[in-house]
């Protein structure tokens, strides 16, 4: 849509909603349709092809508007969900209307949110697990003793949710590629049931904040199935938008060891803030977590109907879905994959000038996690260790680079970390001073 277009939509929409507002006396106050009218009006896959804005908006007035005080919205929600969890390739246990799935997606507000709310979920099975074993053993022991991970790469938000959720994390060393690897995860989740610990949690990051690095769920998948009361969670907050297109749906690889999934649209499929979409395995091992039911809010299609409140924290819900379903049918599949495509050659097209620009050199040999670095990086890491050890005491068992910035080997992986930890003391900066440090339980192997 080109701006001239944009404006005479824009302009319709405001009569749209003034013609609501008018005639809003002789509307129905109550639905005159029922739970379930949604799914059999609408396909079951996002089309391929760009469908005109003309073709939405008649679906929006004849299909949506009837159950707009109820159930559109929670409707449309599941079945986007469906079309998007397909065209990434999740496994059928994700998709609500799937044979025989008890899964289904949700749109959260942030990806931090969709990490905070599995952990709860995994938080609240562990701890009912337990409970069974150890019936006279307080809730509080059990929980001082659950142990989540993730790798050094992971988004700071793992940590969030881990204070929040008042359990420790073991943050693990991921491998020369910024990975984290199996036998990583399989040694500490093992040292640390040898010492009575409990494995609960494991994030992985496909797409990691720093570097895009991409941890091997292929290997971890297994490693977490020996733990039976670990949950996998796969954080692909910006990378897994890519998935939409067939070539780069290897690297969701291993997704089928995965309890739950998720994906950012406001970051990169033209669906603007807030809009992040979360695929569950089990839906009732993440509700469970989460159900309060006062006699105010209950009602008489608890049992054959999703009801958004139980997969999150809020309550009230926007109409978020509407925003996926214009831009998967205004867009179409192909053109979704034509814009990512597009991206990853602008992404190429980068690398090239950087590599010819003098200002940066090479690094080929592998010793390296990034390949090209910024000549003057030295100055740069200098002044990222000052401005760290003045703001930000994330853990002081975190590796810092000398002054001098000589220690090479592993130079791209602590120059990312010191500049994730500056971009993060710099949005602390006066909020809390000094910053506490984010979880006292938080481990660095
Ligand atoms: C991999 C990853 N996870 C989580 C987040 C946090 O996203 P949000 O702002 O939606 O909480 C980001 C943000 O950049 C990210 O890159």
């Known amino acids: 849509m080109d701006t001239t277009e944009f404006r005479l939509r824009g302009k319709e929409m405001v009569d749209y909603m003034c013609e609501y507002m008018d005639t809003l006396a002789a509307r129905r106050v109550t639905p005159h349709v029922e739970p379930g009218y949604l799914r059999p009006l609408l396909p079951a896959e996002a089309p391929q092809d760009a469908e005109t804005w003309d073709n939405i908006m008649a679906d929006v007035e004849s299909k949506i508007m009837p159950g707009a005080a109820s159930p559109a919205c929670t409707e449309l929600e599941t079945i986007v969900l469906d079309w998007l969890g397909k065209a990434i390739g999740l496994p059928n246990e994700f998709l609500a209307f799937s044979e025989g799935s008890k899964g289904g997606g949700v749109i959260q507000t942030s990806a931090s949110e969709c990490v905070l709310v599995t952990m709860l979920a995994a938080r609240a099975q562990a701890i009912k697990r337990l409970k069974q074993q150890h019936p006279f053993v307080e ?16 988004h700071s938000c793992v940590e969030k ?4 959720c008042f359990v420790k994390l073991r943050i693990l060393e991921p491998d020369d590629k910024c990975a984290l690897r199996g036998a990583t995860l399989r040694q500490a989740m093992e040292e640390d049931e040898a010492m009575g610990l409990i494995p609960f949690f494991v994030s992985t990051t496909l797409g990691t904040t720093s570097c895009c690095s991409f941890d091997n769920l292929q290997e971890i998948g297994p490693v977490c199935a020996k733990f039976p009361a670990v949950w996998l969670h796969v954080d692909a907050a910006y990378a897994g938008n890519a998935f939409i ?3 780069l749906k290897p690297l969701l ?7 739950s999934f998720n994906t950012n649209l406001n970051k990169w499929m033209l669906v603007n803030f807030d809009c992040s979409t979360m695929w569950v395995r089990d839906r009732i091992r993440l509700t469970s977590a989460l159900v309060v039911d006062p006699l105010y809010l209950q ?7 999703i009801d958004y409140r139980h997969w999150g924290v809020p309550l009230s819900r926007r ?8 831009v998967m049918r205004s867009y179409g599949i192909k053109g979704l994959q034509a814009y990512v495509r597009h991206h990853c050659q602008l992404a190429k097209q980068f690398e090239q000038l950087v590599r010819q620009d ?7 040999t592998g010793a390296s996690k990034v390949p090209v670095r910024f000549r003057h990086l030295d100055t740069m890491v200098r002044l990222n260790t000052r401005r760290e050890s003045s703001n930000y005491s994330r853990s002081s068992a975190s590796p810092s680079l000398s002054p001098e910035g000589q220690d090479n080997s592993c130079l791209s992986a602590k120059s990312a970390d010191s500049s994730r930890k500056s971009a993060d003391s710099n949005r602390e900066i006066g909020s809390r001073s000094p910053r506490r440090s984010p979880t006292p339980q938080s481990r660095k192997d």
């Open 245 to 247: 297109c067939p070539e």
């Open 358 to 364: 003098n200002r940066f050199e090479n690094d080929d």
């Open 161 to 164: 949710a881990a204070m929040i």
């Open 253 to 259: 690889n291993g997704i089928h060891w995965a309890d």
């Open 299 to 305: 009602h008489g299609y608890s049992n054959s109907t």
């Open 139 to 154: 809730e509080g022991i059990l929980l001082s003793k659950l142990m989540a991970y993730c790798s050094k790469e992971a």
């Open 319 to 326: 109409f978020r879905s509407l925003k996926i379903w214009f």
